[in-house]
């Protein structure tokens, strides 16, 4: 598996109409490629970056972050690859670092900016000849890797465990649950969750990057017979998207990492959309939007995959259908969704026919529709997930 993770430099874009106010990357897992755009300001329009596509420098690259400031990123059995963006959105290759487990999942930065955080399907093992964590794993437990980016030229030195030694030694990773697939970090707070066993892992974020478990530990949510396919999130809100019940389970950080039952618990997903693969919050924390790979209905008019959208109650954080018994129609095997950072666009990545969708945002009712000058946009072969600068996925 490959990582991909970007840190971006020297953008140069305006907020002029028609200018370009971000830049968007896509990785492609066909061809081992990242795609770049252009995301035009008048119409969401999407137009290729000079150069575009670009090799990711590794195979099959299943993350990307961008951060204001520098360049990173992972190449083959789990590398991560480094790259700086130029003035016109080209992406430029500078290094490639190793993190310590196996099978890497998801790459996330703090909220400074200041430290990546990599998301490994399996730990490392102890060698007992070597003393080394250089060994298969053995227990079925992921980890994170932690690195520190350097605010100028984006690149990567491991940071070890403070908090756990072996023989002496700090251990260079952080453990987390079983079989672990997908991160998420917000309010000084890091959650894992585990496919294992269908629970989250809560880290607190410390001094210096380091990671200390939440106490009392593991968080089990109450429903049963899950199938968690993505956790998001913002500020103290956490989403969970289940497949098994189409269904979105919200919770609520306390301050401490702790996370409790938003009220209401469980909010049923739109009657249309089933196979809820990934969910998206806008910047104002007022609307949830979940990706459905598929449909209950065999009414043609009702799109086979899709975005339903919900609004979040602020008074008692309940979800409310924005328009229920309506979705709003994507590309074919969905994957990842993104706001541009202007708040005026939504965008799919669609892994089963290469495309990318694009949607106008319609901040005071949270609606979605179509772009202006067409909201279907050929992408590089097998898109990933996608990220657009002035973000982090």
């Known amino acids: 598996m490959a990582l991909f993770a970007s840190l971006v430099l020297g953008l140069g874009m305006t907020a002029c109409g028609g200018g370009t106010i971000g830049y968007m990357w896509v990785l492609g897992q066909e061809y081992n490629q990242i795609g770049g755009f252009k995301v035009d300001d008048y119409s969401g329009n999407l137009t290729e970056v000079p150069g575009a596509p670009f090799d990711s420098n590794g195979s099959m690259p299943v993350s990307i972050v961008v951060k204001s400031g520098s360049a990173s990123g992972r190449g083959t059995g789990s590398s991560i690859a480094v790259f700086s963006v130029g003035g016109d959105g080209v992406l430029t290759f500078q290094q490639s670092y190793q993190s310590e487990g196996y099978v890497s999942q998801w790459a996330q930065m703090d909220s400074g900016g200041n430290y990546l955080y990599v998301l490994d399907k399996y730990s490392p093992g102890l060698n007992p000849q070597t003393g080394l964590y250089d060994a298969p794993n053995t227990d079925g437990n992921g980890s994170v890797t932690v690195f520190a980016a350097d605010a100028t030229s984006g690149r990567l030195t491991l940071v070890l465990n403070a908090n756990v030694k072996k023989s002496s030694v700090n251990i260079p990773f952080f453990e987390v649950g079983p079989s672990p697939f997908m991160m998420k970090a917000t309010a000084g707070c890091l959650y894992t969750v585990d496919g294992g066993n269908q629970t989250i892992f809560p880290y607190v974020i410390g001094i210096a990057g380091q990671l200390t478990p939440f106490t009392p530990g593991v968080i089990i949510p109450q429903e049963t017979n899950l199938n968690i396919t993505s956790i998001n999130g913002a500020g103290s809100y956490i989403f969970l998207t289940d497949s098994n019940g189409d269904q979105i389970l919200g919770f609520q950080s306390g301050g401490t990492c702790n996370l409790a039952p938003l009220n209401g618990g469980v909010t049923a997903n739109d009657i249309h ?103 279907t946009f050929p992408t590089v072969g097998k898109p990933g997930c996608l990220v657009i600068s002035g973000s982090i996925d």
């Open 273 to 375: 959309a089933t196979n809820p693969v990934y969910s998206m919050l806008d910047t104002k924390n007022q609307y949830l939007y979940v990706l459905n790979g598929s449909t209950t209905s065999t009414n043609p008019t009702i799109p086979y995959s899709s975005i339903s959208g919900f609004v979040i109650n602020a008074a008692n954080q309940e979800l409310t259908e924005i328009d229920p018994g309506v979705t709003f129609t994507v590309g074919s095997g969905p994957v990842c969704m993104v706001e541009d950072p202007s708040s005026q666009y939504v965008y799919t990545s669609n892994h089963n026919d290469g495309t990318i969708t694009g949607k106008a945002y319609a901040s005071t009712t949270g609606e979605l529709s179509q772009l202006k000058r067409g909201s």
